[in-house]
């Protein structure tokens, strides 16, 4: 058995040494490690050549996105595992034995995602997972919780992108990531496929790793977030769950409308550029959306039975903003979410 490592890097030369630093310590014999460049310009592969000369070093030669970079990593390695791991991550002691054998013991299992805790305060999680919303918006299943809470190992509605572990096999028998994505939302659909594939997510919170995060918007950011979401629902869902999510999904524009003006209003065109590429790659969308149906081994119904009601409102940083928020919309998710519990059969 071998188990490949797959990095993607854009200039992340300082995350990447100290990521590299603890793979050395706490890897298994048999893993290889495969750090894909996307284009860096900060000596990068200078510093891996000359302090990590095991690990294979793939230059492309422009940045393709992270979805590219790791489909890139995946197609020269040699092992039947794959773990993708973020470079601004680090791992600690036995992370990757209970990642690894979580797939190995159950057949119906083909991804696992660690307890993901933050890198600067330890005590703090970061991510358990990933919840996804009724509308496809995904979430860090209990970010800023006690580390000590999220014990047990089970299954939940997605993997988090920054750590994940899957069989080789099913990434090349669900298409691998979906490259035009190229940032966010990228773990999510991954996971989605798995599903609609007969295949479960599985968090183990007997593996941990630090990550290195903090919440930011770059200019692009939003219209990536929106065009990929518009992406994973129209691939993923059968146009009649669609059609009953449309309430909620109207309700979902506005709350994002209103937080483009809170908290993005110099980039709002970016939300409206979302559209316009849905409108304008119309056609390609369709053809993707063919091809993920031709996955499909399980229904809508259990597909979105692990999907929440409830969104994190805390990113709007006024707790009196934050709290009416949940005390009027969580209700109203419940119920939306109640209705396509009850109508959608298929």
Not at 253 to 266: Q, Y
Request: proline share 3%.
């Amino acid at each position: 058995m071998q188990i490949s490592i797959i990095i993607v890097v854009h200039n992340h030369r300082k995350d990447l040494e100290r990521c590299l630093h603890s793979l050395n310590e706490h890897s298994l014999e048999d893993t290889e490690i495969i750090v894909v460049d996307n284009a860096s310009t900060d000596g990068s592969h200078e510093m891996v050549k000359s302090k990590f000369p095991d690990v294979i070093y793939l230059h492309c030669d422009e940045n393709l996105g992270f979805g590219h970079g790791n489909n890139h990593g995946a197609s020269h390695a040699r092992g039947d595992y794959l773990i993708f791991l973020n470079p601004d991550t680090v791992v600690t002691q036995n992370w990757q034995k209970p990642l690894i054998s979580t797939l190995i013991d159950h057949s119906q299992i083909g991804l696992t995602t660690p307890k993901i805790l933050h890198f600067d305060e330890t005590s703090s999680i970061s991510a358990c997972g990933l919840q996804i919303h009724l509308t496809g918006i995904g979430q860090c299943r209990g970010v800023g919780k006690q580390n000590q809470l999220f014990t047990q190992q089970e299954e939940v509605g997605a993997i988090h992108g920054a750590a994940f572990a899957i069989k080789k096999e099913v990434f090349e028998k669900i298409g691998g990531f979906d490259a035009p994505f190229f940032l966010y939302v990228e773990d999510s659909d991954i996971s989605w496929r798995a599903r609609l594939a007969g295949y479960r997510c599985v968090y183990v919170p007997d593996s941990v790793v630090y990550h290195d995060y903090s919440l930011r918007f770059s200019p692009q950011k939003l219209f990536y977030l929106e065009r990929n979401r518009y992406l994973l629902l129209t691939k993923n869902l059968h146009w009649g769950t669609l059609f009953i999510l449309l309430p909620a999904l109207m309700l979902m524009e506005l709350i994002g409308w209103g937080f483009v003006f809170l908290k993005d209003r110099k980039n709002w065109k970016n939300k409206a550029l979302a559209y316009a590429w849905m409108i304008q790659n119309w056609n390609e969308v369709l053809q993707k959306r063919w091809q993920v149906q031709q996955l499909r081994r399980i229904t809508d119904r259990k597909l979105l039975s692990f999907s929440t009601h409830r969104l994190i409102y805390e990113q709007v940083k006024s707790p009196a903003l934050n709290h009416l928020a949940h005390w009027v919309l969580d209700p109203i998710f419940w119920v939306l979410k109640g209705l396509v519990s009850a109508l959608v059969w298929w």
